[in-house]
Every structure is written in structure tokens, then in C-alpha cells.
């Protein structure tokens, strides 16, 4: 990788931990409207066929929290999943929130 | 299965299904202490090492639910993992909740 490729991913990364603004917060939900913002956390809940389904999902999910080790709170309620997403090295909403609530979006549509 | 054999089966069911009183419930904690009534559920957190062990714990917990029926809430908050049992069939705490609980314990202990 190129000098200009590792301080590109640097920039990514310092990014992803800076905590967003209401404003920011507030564009972002337009791409993401089932998502609500609740204090220093964005939440959605999923509903599912049954519980089998809200545990398949629960699994992807889980799945992609350990790789990119950003984790989800995650209540399960038979049919319904519900996640809170906030970045604690943060101390409230970044742009990994709304990057893996984006991919979790992904994963319940399938 | 002889006729006698079908009716403790049935009664069995039917125990399981009747609303503890709250001194039922409180001389059933008793044998689990790490369980604490709240309102009309019984409640344990459990704590360990990381995410992917409050995973595995959960995925056996979600497994042993679907063969029984019974399906606790579940709240997954990184390294802890906290369940909600109740019988809302019965509108309140029963025997299944209890044994349940006892199973999930066991998982918890392997």
C-alpha cells in the first residue's frame, strides 16, 4: 500500500470515532429512516416471521459486530430484534453506527 | 404409552401452565438465587468473557427455547446477557419459567 493509501485509512478511521452533531445525526437518519435517534444511540427493531428468524438475523448480526469489533446492544423479543447502536470510545453517534446499521438494514432484507 | 403414563403427561402439562402464587415463587428462588422476580417475570443477568461467549451462551439458550416453546426475552449488552422469563399464556411465572431458568443456568456453568 501506498503512503497516500495507509493515510487515507487513518482518515477513515479517525472519522468513524468522532462523534456526530444532531445536525449530522439528523442528515444521516433521512438515509436510514427506520432508524430513531434515542439520547446518545440510534435504535431500530426488527420484526421477523418468528423467533427462528429473529435468531438467524441476531446471528448475522453478531457475526458482523466481531469483525469490524463494533457490537450492538441486542433485544430479542421472539419476533422482534431490537439493536441500539452508540460508539462508547465516542461517547455518542458515529459514522460507525451508521455504517454497520446500514449493513445490519441489509441483513433483514434478505 | 399406557393410559396412566398419557395422563401424567397431561398433568404435567397443565402444572406448567398455572400461575405461581408469590410465595411459590419466592420459596422457588430459593433453589436460584441468581434470579430475581420483576413484576411478572423472572430475571438474570449473567456475565462473561466477551462477545462471542455471550453468543454461544445465547445460541444455546435460543436453541433449547425453540424445542420447548418458551422463549425468554433476551438482551445482549457485549459481555453480558440478560434473560426475562415469563408464561404469557398463564399471564405470569410458572413452572416453565422455572425450569428454563434452571436449564439456562447449566448452560451458563459449561
Not at 493515510?7 to 449530522?24: F, P, S, V
Amino acid at each position: 500500500m501506498t503512503r497516500d493509501g495507509d493515510m487515507g485509512a487513518e482518515y477513515t478511521r479517525a472519522m468513524a470515532l468522532l462523534k456526530l452533531t444532531d445536525a449530522d445525526i439528523t442528515a444521516r437518519l433521512v438515509a436510514l429512516p427506520e432508524w430513531s435517534p434515542l439520547g446518545e444511540q440510534i435504535q431500530r427493531t426488527y420484526r421477523f416471521t418468528d423467533f427462528v428468524a429473529s435468531m438467524a438475523f441476531v446471528d448475522r448480526v453478531a457475526e458482523r459486530a466481531e469483525v469490524v469489533q463494533h457490537h450492538p446492544d441486542i433485544l430479542i423479543r421472539y419476533n422482534r430484534v431490537t439493536l441500539s447502536l452508540s460508539t462508547h470510545d465516542a461517547g455518542g453517534i458515529t459514522e460507525k453506527d451508521f455504517a454497520l446499521a446500514a449493513e445490519c438494514d441489509t441483513f433483514a432484507a434478505q
